[in-house]
């Protein structure tokens, strides 16, 4: 059974940082790319950022490009999402997701979700 285990995440002051991870385990190992998805109270689900299976290709939301910075190493099962300068509206669970393609995070369309962890950011 595939699963997604999130880590990191907390509260910190507008303009600081922080980093989460995620990390699959189980099931077929498949070339597949991970992203990142979050949802803020009363809001609609929003895509964050995604990463090709390599490492080498990237996708980002507007509201977080230039600020977040996805990673992973080629291939590992591992993915890391930098969230520098947050802001009060970066407030979210943020949740990890994989999928066959990037896009098809950034639609939403993750195959396997991670529990989600939380990011509360103060004014």
């Known amino acids: 059974q595939v699963q997604l285990v999130e880590s990191g995440g907390g509260s910190v002051q507008a303009g600081g940082y922080l980093r989460i991870s995620c990390t699959v385990s189980?099931?077929?190992?498949?070339?597949?790319?991970m992203g990142w998805l979050r949802k803020a109270l009363g809001m609609w689900r929003e895509f964050v950022a995604a990463?090709?299976?390599?490492?080498?290709?990237?996708l980002y939301g507007d509201s977080v490009e230039g600020r977040f910075t996805i990673s992973r190493v080629n291939g590992e099962t591992t993915v890391s999402l930098q969230m520098n300068n947050l802001m009060p509206e970066d407030t979210a669970v943020y949740y990890c997701?994989?999928?066959?393609?990037?896009?098809?995070?950034?639609?939403?369309?993750?195959?396997?979700w991670g529990q989600g962890t939380q990011v509360t950011v103060s004014s």
């Open positions: 990463i090709s299976w390599s490492g080498g290709t990237t």
């Open positions: 189980g099931g077929t190992r498949l070339y597949y790319a």
């Open positions: 997701t994989v999928a066959q393609l990037k896009i098809r995070i950034k639609e939403g369309r993750g195959l396997y």
